[in-house]
């Protein structure tokens, strides 16, 4: 594999050169064939270290694959711009929005969920979550992630349709640069960097609406008394999707981003990638030269070198020139090229999604099979059905109620003038429902203690009370008196309760009861 921003020359080594054509003429054909229209390599021995960037002009095409980026893009950021304004009633003293994350009072909703500091572990899983999915589509179908759904490749696609509908297409745009700086050419650059900005500013605006009530900041950023942070951030997001989807494009996904790199490591023979057959395209004519060949008996493939599917390419690659980092596999070349077959009435799918076994058994004259369910689609799967079985259990069952507790430090234990031991704890009481709850607080594993809480709200049956309110947790100082004598450097577990006076279950912690 090759960077993206370097010739896509690469041919698979272990694969031969179809037919009669040898490997080194095909990588010799391929070397000529340019990136991008008007790009003239130089010899080898006087290339620089540094390359410096050739601005990508994607042609607009039409095609299965484009219909699906579209429906993609607008699903997914319809998802991102109106996401904060769907409602979610949770009742009184909640909030209603559906998705937020409320820093100020440290909580995570998503529509039914409630996630508290103390229950990061979910977000764990999720993250295990989101990279298993990663590598199983990485595994069924190469880099999906990054040709549909990455939110560079889906901002990317959407100022270069902007760029195209106001500077024209592509051979439009690169003529209108070759002339002058006139008042139309002015113009339409300028109402590019307008809508740029503006969808770019309204994606920073979209961003901290996640982070409180949605109509609620609308309407206090626009009378400007919002806090100076969410202007911050608005600016923040606004200047990287400008910077990063307008001017840097192919570029993030060429040179900054991690992924294709790690994807590379992770791919096999078996995963789908967008290939070009070169086992019926080469050797490459044209349709005139093609007819030459053949009258002559010499054989001539199907890619009749017209760079339809470099032209259309968002990131400049030749996918002709076999696999290559620079490659988002987005299929647009695959609708391009499908056009092109269509009209001069040759069998489409000349580059398709396709594996690199199925290109070395068509060399030996075998039928292409793929292969799905292989051990590591079957791993990826089982992962994400355990995590996701495990997180799906948890949330079940998780109780409104929750306590932690932390021991004293320093000193371990005191011992009182009567003799008795005591250890003193801070105790946590999480009381995740929307009413007041008191709770009796309890302890168990000693066999003559007592226990008492500071600032505690009476007894019930000889326990501490300790009102939490809705929604809320509490810090109280517990303090636990064993009468009995103990052991030397006794260290016993106990376990501290806590149980709703209202009824329900009780819920307990861990932790142990120290002696000299
Ligand atoms: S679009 Fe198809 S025919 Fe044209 S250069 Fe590309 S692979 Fe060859
Ligand atoms: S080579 Fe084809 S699939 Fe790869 S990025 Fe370019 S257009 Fe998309």
Not at 414 to 437: C, F, M, P, Q
């Amino acid at each position: 594999m090759r960077s993206g921003g370097d010739i896509a020359l690469t041919m698979p080594e272990s694969v031969a050169p179809p037919g009669q054509v040898a490997l080194a003429a095909l990588v010799d054909d391929a070397a000529r064939t340019p990136l991008i229209s008007g790009y003239e390599p130089e010899p080898e021995d006087e290339q620089p270290l540094y390359a410096a960037r050739r601005k990508v002009y994607p042609q607009r095409v039409s095609g299965t694959y484009r219909r699906i980026k579209w429906v993609v893009l607008a699903v997914t950021l319809g998802v991102y711009y109106l996401l904060p304004f769907v409602r979610w009633d949770r009742g009184p003293n909640a909030p209603s929005q559906a998705v937020l994350i409320d820093f100020p009072n440290r909580r995570f909703y998503f529509f039914f969920i409630e996630i508290w500091p103390q229950e990061v572990y979910y977000l764990t899983g999720l993250l295990i979550l989101a990279a298993m999915a990663l590598f199983l589509m990485n595994a069924v179908a190469g880099r999906l992630w990054c040709g549909y759904l990455c939110p560079q490749t889906v901002w990317t696609d959407l100022f270069q349709a902007i760029e195209r509908w106001t500077e024209g297409d592509r051979r439009e745009h690169l003529r209108r640069n070759r002339q002058p700086w006139t008042a139309e050419r002015i113009a339409r650059t300028g109402a590019k960097h307008f809508l740029w900005l503006m969808v770019a500013w309204w994606t920073g605006g979209a961003w901290v609406l996640y982070f409180a009530d949605a109509p609620t900041l609308v309407h206090d950023l626009a009378t400007f008394q919002a806090p100076l942070i969410a202007y911050v951030f608005i600016g923040l997001l606004t200047f990287t999707t400008y910077s990063l989807a307008g001017w840097m494009r192919e570029q993030v996904c060429v040179y900054m981003c991690p992924w294709p790199r790690i994807q590379a490591a992770l791919t096999d023979e078996y995963a789908l990638n967008v290939t070009y057959r070169y086992d019926r395209g080469e050797p490459r004519a044209s349709l005139k030269k093609a007819a030459v060949l053949h009258a002559e008996g010499l054989p001539a493939g199907d890619c009749i070198d017209c760079l339809q599917c470099v032209h259309v390419c968002p990131t400049g690659v030749d996918i002709r020139g076999g696999p290559n980092l620079g490659c988002i596999q987005c299929g647009l070349c695959i609708d391009a090229c499908d056009a092109v077959m269509k009209k001069i009435g040759r069998p489409a799918r000349l580059i398709a999604y396709d594996t690199d076994i199925n290109i070395k058994r068509r060399e030996q004259g075998l039928t292409p099979f793929y292969r799905i369910i292989r051990s590591r689609t079957v791993l990826y799967a089982a992962i994400i059905a355990a995590v996701g079985m495990v997180m799906s259990y948890a949330l079940a069952t998780r109780t409104n109620d929750a306590i932690s507790v932390l021991h004293d430090r320093n000193p371990l234990f005191v011992r009182l003038s009567d003799g008795a031991l005591r250890n003193a704890y801070t105790v946590r009481i999480l009381n995740k429902s929307l009413e007041k709850k008191t709770f009796a607080i309890t302890v168990s594993g000693l066999s003559d203690a007592d226990i008492d809480v500071i600032g505690g709200s009476g007894f019930a049956d000889g326990n501490p009370l300790v009102e939490v309110g809705p929604d809320q947790s509490r810090e109280v100082r517990v303090l636990v008196t064993e009468r009995e004598r103990l052991n030397p450097k006794a260290a016993i577990p106990i376990k501290l309760s806590i149980a709703p006076k209202s009824g329900g279950a009780a819920v307990s912690a861990a932790d142990h009861f120290f002696g000299p």
